[in-house]
């Protein structure tokens, strides 16, 4: 079952809330890193949100006084997002993880701080059955913030 859709024009205008993101991906609070998805093209690309608050809980102690957003953190943000456009329509999803398998060619071009909204693009670059690769960009204000290449792999959920 897919979450409620919001359709403006068309399939690229989907927007996806929070409450449609927790119905897709299985990460929750702390960990949940996407707010909202702004476009979606099935099988293609993807763009969603992360707000970024002073109240994330790595703010803490990454670094008390001088706040960043841990760069590994914006990776899996990307990752997140990529992730629901491929848990969005995977057939027994509730049974299945996405698992973040490998980073290609990460660069970080400035740093994310409190109050800024990352804006997060990522493209399917191949998909074999259960195996992928996706591009991706994650921008502040149309300023490149970070950059790199996501693998997955979709795998059994294990039994606990």
Do not use: C, W
């Amino acid at each position: 079952m897919k979450p409620t859709d919001a359709v403006l024009e068309s399939e690229r205008s989907v927007v996806y809330t929070i409450h449609d993101i927790l119905k897709i991906l299985p990460h929750r609070y702390p960990f949940l890193l996407v707010d909202r998805i702004l476009e979606l093209e099935p099988d293609r690309r993807i763009v969603g949100l992360k707000n970024v608050t002073i109240n994330e809980h790595f703010f803490q102690g990454h670094f008390p006084g001088a706040p960043v957003m841990p760069g590994v953190l914006v990776i899996e943000a990307m990752a997140q997002v990529a992730g629901v456009l491929i848990y969005r329509d995977l057939p027994d999803k509730d049974s299945k993880l996405i698992y973040f398998t490998g980073i290609e060619n990460a660069k970080f071009r400035r740093p994310v701080i409190p109050g800024d909204q990352l804006r997060i693009e990522m493209q399917l670059l191949n998909r074999r059955n259960n195996f992928g690769k996706m591009s991706g960009q994650a921008s502040v204000d149309g300023k490149l913030a970070a950059e790199a290449i996501v693998q997955f792999a979709i795998v059994d959920r294990p039994h606990v």
